[in-house]
Each structure stands twice: as structure tokens, then as C-alpha cells.
């Protein structure tokens, strides 16, 4: 596969771990380097190694896979997304946050962004191309961006104040919502 459009395609696949890392920026109060890199690292690793695995899982799988991940991801991005809803109205009073930094939450997003890589890497398997490099491209855009991201996110949340956990849950029900609307509309 050429360089373009492996950048166009990581581009893509990165777009959803982006609007998550923007998110997860409004939340955070006092962002640091290493806060950033933690959620680009999951993300980029994930986007990274799901096109390996969906290369690997080949013809074989692909069916079931095609059929079920839009669910997967809507599942996961609507239960995060309305968690972060309830604890926003739950928490009102308290210190108690959402935590874009936990590593059980931060390992469901990035699971829940990178479906679409594994679908992508099944794709990949069809044109029996090789998988290595746009498996690091796509990691490397990811991380990139979802690094800026969170950097962004952070910068403009303090527009929204106390009203941004429920932005950012309902930014990841969006997503999840989009994800599923765009597989189930899909010619086929």
C-alpha cells in the first residue's frame, strides 16, 4: 500500500481517537506531558497492533467481525459516555470526576476506537499487501494527534466548565451512535 494513502487511511482511523483525546482533555484539570502521552500511547498502540491482528484473523473471521464490530464500539463508546453523563449529574456537589487517566477506562476507549482498525486490517488481508508499515503509520498518526488532542482539549475546556463531562459523554455517545449509523447504512 503506498505512503498517501496509508497516511489518508490512518488519517481516518484516527479521527474518532482524536475527538476521545479531546475529550478526555476537557476533563482533565491540570494537564502535564506525561497525562498526554498515557492516552496516546493506548490509542496509538491499539490503532497500531488491531490492523495486525485483523491481518492476521484474515478471510476467516471476517464475516462475523463485519457483522458485529459497529455494535462493540457503539456498545462500549455509549456505556462510557453515559457514565460520564451520571457521575456529572451524581458528582455535582463533589470532587469526584470522570477519569479519562484510568487505565480500565482509558483501555475501554481505545478498544472501542480502534474496532474500526481491526476491520481495516481484515480489509488489508484481501489485497494480501504487506501490514507492517501501515500498521506503524496508523499507530504513529494516532498517537500524534490524540497527543494534540488532549492538549487541545484541555486548552478550550475551561470554556464549558462544569457542563463538560456531559459534553464529553455525550461527544463518545455521538461517535459510538455515528460508528454504528455509518456501518448499518453502508452499501453492501
Known amino acids: 500500500m503506498e505512503l498517501i494513502n496509508t497516511t489518508f487511511l490512518g488519517l481516518g482511523l484516527a479521527a474518532d481517537a482524536f475527538a476521545v483525546s479531546l475529550s478526555s482533555g476537557f476533563v482533565i484539570q491540570r494537564i502535564k506531558f506525561n497525562k498526554a502521552l498515557k492516552i496516546a500511547l493506548f490509542f496509538g498502540m491499539f490503532q497500531a497492533i488491531m490492523p495486525l491482528i485483523g491481518w492476521l484473523m484474515g478471510l476467516s473471521f471476517r464475516e462475523i467481525m463485519t457483522n458485529i464490530d459497529h455494535w462493540i464500539a457503539f456498545i462500549l463508546l455509549f456505556g462510557i459516555g453515559s457514565k460520564m453523563i451520571y457521575e456529572a449529574y451524581k458528582n455535582i456537589d463533589k470532587d469526584e470526576k470522570f477519569n479519562p487517566l484510568d487505565t480500565y477506562t482509558l483501555l475501554a476507549l481505545a478498544i472501542a476506537t480502534s474496532i474500526d482498525a481491526l476491520a481495516a486490517g481484515l480489509g488489508l488481508s484481501l489485497l494480501k499487501t504487506s501490514i507492517l508499515?501501515?500498521?506503524?503509520?496508523?499507530?504513529?498518526?494516532?498517537?500524534?494527534?490524540?497527543?494534540?488532542?488532549?492538549?487541545?482539549?484541555?486548552?478550550?475546556?475551561?470554556?464549558f466548565n462544569q457542563k463538560i463531562e456531559i459534553i464529553g459523554g455525550l461527544t463518545l455517545i455521538l461517535i459510538g451512535t455515528k460508528i454504528l449509523i455509518e456501518d448499518l447504512i453502508k452499501p453492501i
Open 133 to 159: 508499515f501501515p500498521c506503524i503509520l496508523i499507530g504513529l498518526i494516532t498517537f500524534s494527534l490524540s497527543f494534540l488532542g488532549v492538549f487541545i482539549g484541555n486548552k478550550f475546556g475551561g470554556i
